[in-house]
């Protein structure tokens, strides 16, 4: 199957501070990038989708200006927590779908610690 | 609107036993019906999709998934179970574009030897 690499695996930020975490679809082209949050022993929460050179669509309740979504290039996308704080902790998860593509390819996930 | 229902937070089978792990989508229109597993601290990996084929799918590591429309389920089986099956497991739902993806509240797997 496709592969999509997402990096860091862990980061420690300090409160205040921004952070970003990278999607790239390794293989494919990745017309549609999903981002979510996922909260110890809970599911997967999406917190925006984007398509290559638009901007994303943040679901409800997610801060748009809090979490920055790029996706600039058919094969990265990226998601900036900016001004962290120990609340934004939590599990980060990019997805990504090809054109025409019935099935979103996962990433390793991101473990954010803020501290 | 899409969403997807998982029974059970925690199941628990005996190594060699049969696994079912429940899930009930709701939507408005065909939908895609997909199972992942998470394995801890890891990214989630695709078991089998639905794709408006065949209703039994067929996945990997001995996984199956019936798709039934009456029912609106697209339950999760296994005939015996592994100790290398004990993991989390989502069900997920996206339209027809695949333009919106959601996941269930997950299964966590448990497997006595």
């Known amino acids: 199957g496709a592969v999509v690499s997402q990096h860091p695996s862990r980061v420690i930020c300090k409160s205040g501070t921004s952070v970003k975490i990278e999607c790239r679809s390794l293989?494919?082209?990745?017309?549609?990038m999903f981002w979510y949050r996922q909260f110890p022993k809970q599911s997967l929460m999406l917190m925006a989708t984007?398509?290559?050179?638009?901007?994303?669509?943040?679901e409800q309740g997610v801060e748009k200006d809090k979490f920055l979504i790029n996706h600039a290039s058919l094969t990265l996308s990226t998601l900036t927590v900016t001004s962290a704080h120990p609340e934004d902790s939590s599990f980060y998860i990019c997805?990504?779908?090809?054109?025409?593509?019935?099935?979103?390819?996962f990433g390793q996930g991101t473990r954010l610690t803020v501290v | 609107a899409q969403s997807v229902t998982q029974l059970g937070s925690h199941v628990s089978v005996s190594e060699g036993a049969l696994v079912l792990l429940r899930c009930n989508y709701s939507?408005?229109?065909?939908?895609?019906l997909f199972w992942y597993v998470q394995y801890p601290n890891q990214g989630l990996q695709l078991l089998l999709k639905?794709?408006?084929?065949?209703?039994l799918v067929k996945g990997i590591n001995g996984f199956e998934a019936e798709f039934k429309k009456s029912e609106t389920s697209f339950h999760l089986t296994k005939p015996s179970a592994h100790m290398s099956d004990a993991a989390e497991y989502f069900c997920?739902?996206?339209?027809?574009?695949?333009?919106?993806?959601?996941f269930g509240t997950g299964t966590s797997l448990t497997v006595i030897p």
């Open positions: 997805s990504a779908r090809g054109q025409g593509g019935t099935e979103a390819f």
């Open positions: 293989d494919f082209q990745a017309t549609t």
């Open positions: 984007s398509n290559e050179g638009s901007k994303a669509t943040y």
């Open positions: 939507s408005s229109v065909p939908p895609y």
């Open positions: 639905y794709t408006s084929a065949a209703t």
């Open positions: 997920a739902v996206s339209d027809f574009g695949g333009n919106q993806f959601y």
